[in-house]
Structure formats: structure tokens, C-alpha cells
């Protein structure tokens, strides 16, 4: 075995290295916090094999598992290496104290139905403030803060606030304090006393990529009713919170919860649904790959660029580029480069981080799951082509996914390739539709109600067939309890036939015309 793999090449090589990196960033993401807080071990182990590796260089035997050894130990040390630091200068060292802290608001504010979220970069900090004090000791961090509606807090405003540090809990099976983690907040303050004192602290650029996300949104509310208004800022802004439970619900059951969620799911899919419109319709495969290419950057760009779109951007792009290339089968590599790439970064992501599991996942099922369903119903031309491939594409996607959506939503869908059938072919046309009334109502806001008559009709169209679907007997099973062993089994099950169905159908995996 280890012949064959030392004499791979170096592409080879490397593409292992990436993934005993994303083993060791796994093997330590369910490690206990004791076993990971002796970070120097890891460390030690990675540097060992290091000099291993420098030492015996020539000797491939040896050199090769030192090598995979070296990112192994690197995976685990980097995950151990992003854990918190409890010293005086981190603010979650005062979790459980009263506390009057200054910050900056540094992130979109969470607007929902009865509160406020805002994630506030701590600057300063004052244990047992007293009036002389104004800014007290300088302190680095993040914390979530829950307030009121009233009064509305923008991005890039300073805040001097009253409140009780806590460090987040656990809500029934939920982890929220690993929720938090992922981007660094291991402090949460509830209704706290607040009072603005400064303002455009923030980046201008981001600031005013969410002036004109809420400009948007406003014009998108004063030419389209509700509930429709609220589905046209989820799908194009991702504004989720204005969908209200009953309709998050009926999405959920009927199998399209993707189409209202910016994640690698929806950015996946979406991505392959563009340019396979574009190849159906006749287009070049290079100008189809420039055409999706520039409708996702125009899409990310417009739900203001927050660090899980362009994580899903990228996975996106991933696709397309594949299928410019005209064999997904090569998009592997790149995917796990990717993977290694943004888990060094913050290797939170892989195990608390569910769309980032959805986005790779979603990209696997297109890559392996696809071009077999392509193989099966072979070559065909126009509208025939466009449902096929709409129909292979949610399939593949969410061969990977299911088990995935099961344990972490308690609920599968059955009706789910019916309802994509139906409403994933309208989703390019309802996200242009969307956009050229946003246009148009720039110019001319008095007839905003015209402009967005087609995005209307469309988006009726979708939440009538979630409504239908929903309504049918068997639409959805609810599943109370998923062991985690079965995830395994299933995956380990997938994987064989995949593996099988290549071995007898080689033609399978070639391409994507």
C-alpha cells in the first residue's frame, strides 16, 4: 500500500498531507478540553517528526509516514493552539463579574421578532466602575450581547455597557457555547444597560455594505407583501429572521430549507443550477462558466459579504470551475486543499459549524454523486436537460447531506427531490427577477409594486408548492433520536457504492457535457 502511495508523485503527496491535517484538526475537535490544554505535547510530536523527516529524507519508507505524521500532529496542535487563553488581558477572564465595558459593535446587528444581537469588540473594561473612570483597563475580545429592540444599534457604533459577564451554557442538546466558539466569543451579556457614545468606529467599507443591505430590504418590503417579502430578503439577502416560524416549518418539511439559508448547501447548489441553465440553453462552456462565475459574486457581494458566504463562495466556485473544466472528478483536490486551507485558519469550523459541513459535503455528492446520474440517463438537449440536471444535482447533493440534516434538525424530508423538482428550476429566474425590481426601484420608487410583479408571482409560486407538498400524507419523518454509529454505516455504506458503481461503469466519472 505504501509503495503505491510514495510513488503517486508529489501532487499525490501533498493531497494526503492535506488530509491527515483535517484528520488531526477532527481527532482534536471531540478531544476533551484536559487532554487539549497540554497543547506543548502536540506540538512536541509535530516538531519530532519533523527532524525525523529532515534526517531521513532519501528514505521514502520512512519519510512518508513521518511526513503524514508531521500534519497530523499539526491538525491536532493547531486545534489546541485556537483554544481561549484565560489570562487578565481576555474578557471571558471576567465571565461571571459585573462589568462596564467599551466596545464596538463589529458585526451586522441580529435583528429578531422580540430581541437583539449585537457582537461587540471590547476595548476597554472596568471592574467596579466609579464616576472619575472613563475607559479603565484595555482588555481584547468579543462578547454577544442580547438587548432590546429599542433603541437600534448600527455596525461601527461604540457602546459603553452595564452588564454581568456569563460564559454561554447549554440549551437541552444544543451546544451554544461551541456555537459561539467558532467565532471567538466565549462571553454573553443579557439586557445589559447601554449608552452610545461614539459612532462610525467600524470599517467604512463594511459599513456601507450594510447601509445599502438595509436600503435594499426596504425597498424590497415596500414592493413586495409579506410573507413574500420576508422569503425575497432570505433568498437573495439573507435575511432569514424575516421568514416567520410557521413558513421556516413548511420549508423544512418539504426539503428546500436551502433556498432561504446562505450556506455551502445553497451556494453549491445554486452555483451548479446557473451554468447547467446556461449549458441548457445553448451557451459555451466558457462564457457559462463567466456567466455563474459573475451572478455569485453579484450574489455574495449583495448579502454583504459575511465570512460564511464567502466560505460557501468559494465551494461554489469550486463547482463551476469543475464543470468548466468539464470533469468534476477533478474538483477533489481542490476541495480538500480548500478544507485544510480555511481549518487553519479557524479549525472550529469542522466539527461546530454545520453549513460548513453541508458546503463540503453538498460539493462531494455533486462530484462523486452526479456524473453516475448523468452516465445513467444519458445525453440529452434542452428543457429535458434542465430538469434532469436540476433533479441529478439536488439528489447528489443531498445524498452526502441527509444523514447530516437528520441528526442536527431531527427531521428528513421524503417529499425533498418533489419539491426541488418544482422550485429549484424558478430560483435563478425569482433571485434576476429580484434584483432587476431592485434595480428599477432605485430609479423610479413610486412604481416598486411594478417592477416587482414577476419576483412576486415567482415567490408565490414557491410557497404554494411548499404548502401543497407539506399538506400530503408521509411528506416528512420526524426522527426523535439519531445515533451517530448509523451516520457512520450509511456514509461507509454510500461510499462502497460509489466505489462499486465506478469500477463497473468507468465511463462514469468523465465528464459533465
Not at 509535530?46 to 499539526?74: D, E, Q, T, Y
Not at 485556537?82 to 461571571?96: E, M
Not at 429566474?429 to 430609479?443: C, E, N, R, T, W
Request: hydrophobic share 50%; aromatic share 14%; net charge positive.
Amino acid at each position: 500500500m505504501f509503495n503505491n502511495l510514495l510513488s503517486a508523485g508529489k501532487a499525490k503527496l501533498f493531497l494526503f498531507s492535506c488530509l491527515f491535517f483535517i484528520f488531526g484538526v477532527a481527532i482534536a475537535s471531540f478531544l476533551s478540553l484536559p487532554l487539549l490544554a497540554y497543547d506543548l505535547w502536540w506540538f512536541t510530536a509535530m516538531v519530532l517528526c519533523a527532524v525525523i523527516l529532515s534526517l531521513v529524507f532519501k528514505n521514502k519508507k520512512i519519510r512518508f509516514p513521518a511526513l503524514l505524521g508531521l500534519f497530523l500532529f499539526l491538525g491536532i496542535w493547531r486545534y489546541s493552539f485556537g483554544l481561549p487563553i484565560n489570562t487578565p488581558d481576555k474578557i471571558w477572564f471576567y465571565n461571571g463579574q459585573p462589568t462596564e465595558i467599551t466596545g464596538v459593535v463589529c458585526n451586522e446587528p441580529d435583528v429578531r421578532d422580540n430581541n437583539a444581537k449585537y457582537e461587540i469588540c471590547v476595548g476597554h473594561l472596568t471592574l467596579n466602575p466609579s464616576p472619575s473612570q472613563e475607559r479603565g483597563d484595555k482588555v481584547d475580545g468579543k462578547i454577544l450581547v442580547t438587548t432590546n429592540l429599542y433603541p437600534h444599534y448600527n455596525y461601527g457604533d461604540e457602546l459603553k455597557i452595564k452588564c454581568d459577564l456569563q460564559a454561554p451554557g447549554k440549551f437541552n442538546d444544543f451546544s451554544y457555547d461551541r456555537y459561539l466558539a467558532r467565532y471567538n466569543i466565549y462571553s454573553v451579556c443579557y439586557y445589559p444597560e447601554i449608552k452610545l457614545v461614539g459612532e462610525n468606529k467600524g470599517s467604512r467599507f463594511y459599513s456601507l455594505t450594510f447601509k445599502l443591505k438595509n436600503k435594499l430590504r426596504e425597498i424590497m418590503q415596500t414592493g413586495v407583501s409579506e410573507p413574500e417579502a420576508g422569503l425575497a430578503g432570505a433568498i437573495t439577502l439573507g435575511y432569514k429572521k424575516g421568514i416567520s416560524d410557521f413558513w421556516q416549518d413548511k420549508f423544512s418539511k418539504s426539503g428546500i430549507s436551502h433556498i432561504i439559508a446562505i450556506s455551502g448547501l445553497h451556494i453549491s447548489i445554486l452555483a451548479a443550477l446557473v451554468m447547467g441553465f446556461a449549458l441548457g440553453i445553448g451557451l459555451p462552456r466558457r462564457k457559462a462558466f463567466w456567466f455563474g462565475s459573475l451572478f455569485l459574486l453579484t450574489y455574495i457581494f449583495l448579502i454583504g459579504l459575511p465570512a460564511s458566504a464567502m466560505r460557501a463562495g468559494l465551494m461554489g466556485f469550486l463547482v463551476l470551475w469543475a464543470m468548466n473544466l468539464g470533469r468534476l472528478n477533478k474538483l477533489t483536490n481542490s476541495l480538500v486543499l480548500v478544507a485544510a486551507t480555511l481549518l487553519l485558519i479557524n479549525p472550529k469550523l469542522l466539527r461546530d459549524d454545520i453549513g460548513f459541513q453541508l458546503s463540503f459535503l453538498a460539493v462531494l455528492g455533486i462530484a462523486y454523486v452526479f456524473p453516475i446520474f448523468k452516465k445513467w440517463t444519458g445525453e440529452r438537449n434542452g428543457a429535458l436537460r434542465i430538469i434532469l440536471d436540476i433533479t441529478g444535482i439536488t439528489l447528489s447533493a443531498q445524498v452526502f447531506t441527509l444523514p447530516i440534516i437528520a441528526l442536527n434538525f431531527n427531521q428528513v424530508s421524503l417529499i425533498a427531490p418533489v419539491s426541488n423538482l418544482l422550485i429549484l428550476w424558478v430560483l435563478p429566474f425569482s433571485l434576476s427577477a429580484i434584483l432587476a425590481g431592485l434595480v428599477l426601484s432605485l430609479i423610479m420608487p413610486g412604481s416598486s409594486w411594478l417592477f416587482f410583479l414577476p419576483a412576486f408571482l415567482v415567490l408565490k409560486y414557491i410557497m404554494a408548492v411548499a404548502d401543497w407538498l407539506t399538506s400530503l400524507p408521509l411528506a416528512y419523518l420526524e426522527i426523535d433520536y439519531l445515533w451517530w454509529g448509523w451516520v457512520g454505516v450509511y456514509y461507509l455504506g454510500v461510499i462502497y457504492l460509489i466505489i462499486f458503481i465506478r469500477r463497473h461503469n468507468k465511463g462514469a466519472e468523465t465528464d459533465f457535457s
